[in-house]
């Protein structure tokens, strides 16, 4: 399985922007698939995740601001990051859970996923 991070870049303060994660694997549909970001000097974090069913989960800091959505005909994931704020600026990876078996109660951790994409920077100016 492989994963193709996309559409990160420089932005300000408020504005959006509309990550892609393009996946191969006949298997698709079944993935959870995941956004986990990671900041300069800081730990990997959950963002977002979408399992199969179409379930969201959101981490606190950006519900409500942030929307997951997948096509499954064309294996692609999105991340839709609106008001986007200085400190969402970060690489961005999307990761599969290829099994789909994480829920809400364990898609927050990174050590379950299966394969990752390379990651795409944003980066949100005041």
């Known amino acids: 399985v492989q994963l193709q991070a996309s559409g990160g870049g420089l932005v300000q303060a408020g504005d959006s922007l509309r990550l892609s994660c393009a996946a191969s694997g006949r298997t698709f549909s079944g993935y959870v698939i995941a956004w986990f970001r990671q900041a300069p000097g800081k730990e990997r974090e959950f963002v977002a995740g979408?399992?199969?069913?179409?379930?969201?989960y959101y981490a606190d800091s950006v519900k409500g601001r942030f929307t997951i959505s997948r096509d499954n005909a064309k294996n692609t994931v999105y991340l839709r990051m609106n008001s986007l704020k200085p400190e969402d600026t970060a690489v961005y990876y999307c990761?599969?859970?290829?099994?789909?078996?994480?829920?809400?109660?364990?898609?927050?951790?990174?050590?379950?996923?299966?394969?990752w994409g390379q990651g795409t920077q944003v980066t949100v100016s005041s």
């Open positions: 990761a599969a859970d290829i099994y789909g078996v994480l829920d809400s109660d364990s898609a927050w951790n990174a050590d379950e996923y299966h394969y």
């Open positions: 979408i399992s199969s069913s179409g379930g969201q």
